[in-house]
């Protein structure tokens, strides 16, 4: 058996191990030990920079079962005290003082040997790329000692130098020894199990971290552990190589058997070359603490993946420390996952696998679960909208185009006179207070008819725009007052303006008398059209688009109560009984509809509010993802296009092409790693 620094334990050796494992379990083993020791430094008593008790949960361990060694001078000539420490305490089940814990048996004694410590701004690999700081998210921030977020904050926050990284006195070529930590008394915290050791670093000098080594100080066995994925640093500058603050967790060690004394040691840190040619490198060998346990211990849990997408593939992966043989069992929402027995589980991001992950791992000694990963999927998440805001198309025979109230309240009945309407929307004289219809292709034709009943006592002049009130419009994107609109006006006649259509007020009677009025307004876009308007059954005005046809403003909304553009002042007043034919009414279909509230030609009306009951909840669509294009379709078979106006969060208002929705998204499919830096 090789018994030189740097070697691992023979295989003969593992065999041991193992069979005093099931030896142990065989005797009735009632309880295992774990126990995390953390280095502290002190900074010239700065609360900011001296490191720190261990509050909370770290590495999987609780803080009860921390210990908070000595605290260790900088070295810096201004904080004062020598270079070089030789410390040792003694930990048994009666120590509660000085950051000390009680070991839950035994009695063991920590000496140690520094150059100087120093204090270190590394949060954990959960921290953003590259600087990795604590809570606070600059270097020197308070928030570890008055607020820390994690425990493994607290054990970053301080470490041992290794005497050549910007090792006191000063300067980047220190040469001075390296730490050195023995621990004994392990029989007496292990009385008949063997444990593992897994150490955690720090340091504001490093571009990764070199290996250490865990020693059997009895029979001379060397176990070289490493910190293979160190996250990348953000580079100081100040140095040929890469220089910066950073961090990361080793490798377990082999298995220890029947041991009483170990000792941990970094190998000799390294620098040289030149970050500008490509030959620099900056290793540091420094160390924040050390774990010791026989029973499993999950010392790096699952990050949580906050955002992924249909197509995308997730990774959860974790780090167990434990006696082995450890076996791993993926759990979601807390049940076990089939076959996901290995540290990493690997699953499409669909919306069954949302939801909270675990990893339990388990060896003769006991279990451990890791912390909780959220796993989110986006998808659409449909949700009744906050208030009553969707007034609903009742026509019979055409596909569903309901309206969008922005603050029009409903009545069950209005009277003026000997005329009582029921089902009304009242509609004061504000800019978001209207109802508004989805474009539809049934409103493009070049021919129409709109209708309603309406009561008001007069506009109110003093609201924004700059005159009129408007009853219906389709506006001109492009050109505020120049699309199709039918006007109160302040002298309480009626006026039509549309392209190419000059402008035509009825002469007679007022509709400002706070009485109940039926309008009625047909349009032919064609060349040698005209409009008319009908009010109270009878033709009040007539005029004509001047013999050049025109195109009406297709591919906008309807708005009724209120112009979008504000260029005309809102309505203020009650309507009835809108409706919308993609035809032109005869006078007597006009007619009919004022006396007897008749359908007339229900295979051309495509839209009719009667307002018989309230406007209801509508249907909120959201999502997460920004790229995400929401699709909607007037079959489930399609076609599917982009729905209008279609940002999270989406109230849906449907049209004729809008009865279906879906969600698209437009990135490629991607993979999340929970941990990208796990070994």
Known sequence: MKRQLGSTFSSRSKKIACTVSAAALMLGVSSAATVGLHFQDSYCGSPAYTGFLVTLTAFGIESNAWENLYPIQTGYSSCGGPLGYTTNEVIDTDTSTNGLNPLPNGSIMVSWFAPTANYDPFGGYGFAAPNYYHSGGVPGALDVATNPSTGEEQIYSAFLRDGINFGPPGGPNNDQPGYSVDITGLKTLFTNTPFVVELVAAADSMETLTNAYVIDVTNSISNSVSYPSTPPVSDVGDAPWIRGAGGG???????????????????????????????????????????????????????????????????????????????????????????????????????????????????????????????????????????????????????????FNMGATWLASSTAGSVTRTGVMSFAAAETNGISVADNGAFDGPTGTISFWMQSAGTDTSSSGTLGAALFERPVATNAGGGFVLLQLDSGLLEFIGPNYSPEVSPSPTVSDNKWHFVALTFDQTTNGFAQLFIDGSLAATNSNGGTGYTWPSGQALEFGYDSQVYY?????????????????????????????????TADLHLEFEFAAPPGEGVVLSWLEPSV?????????????????????????PTASQQFFRYNSTNAPQTHISNPYLM
């Open 249 to 403: 967790l080793s490798t377990a060690s082999g298995v220890f058997s029947n041991i009483d004394h170990i000792r941990i040691m970094s190998n000799k840190p390294e620098h040289g070359g030149f970050k500008t040619n490509g030959t620099g490198f900056n290793h540091a060998g420094t160390i924040s603490g050390f774990m010791i346990t026989d029973k499993p211990v999950v010392t790096m849990s699952p990050q949580s993946i906050p955002l992924s997408g249909p197509g995308d593939t997730n990774v959860l992966s974790a780090y167990a420390l434990g006696v082995p043989p450890l076996s791993y069992q993926w759990q979601l929402n807390g049940q076990s996952i089939p076959a996901a027995t290995t540290l990493t589980y690997t699953f499409p991001a669909v919306l069954a696998n949302a939801g909270s992950y675990t990893l339990v791992v388990t060896n003769l000694y006991g279990a451990a679960t890791s912390k909780v990963s959220i796993v989110t999927v986006d998808h659409l998440i449909v949700s009744p909208t906050a208030t009553n805001n969707i007034v609903y198309d009742s026509n019979p025979d055409n596909p569903q185009n309901d309206g």
């Open 569 to 601: 002042r809102p309505y203020n007043g009650l309507l009835n009984d809108v409706r919308y034919y993609s035809a032109i009414l005869s006078p007597s279909e006009i007619g009919s509809i004022y006396s007897s509230g008749a359908l007339a030609d």
């Open 629 to 653: 294009v929401l699709q909607s379709a007037p079959t489930v078979a399609g076609p599917w296009t982009p729905a209008t106006g279609a940002i999270s969060p989406y109230t849906i208002v």
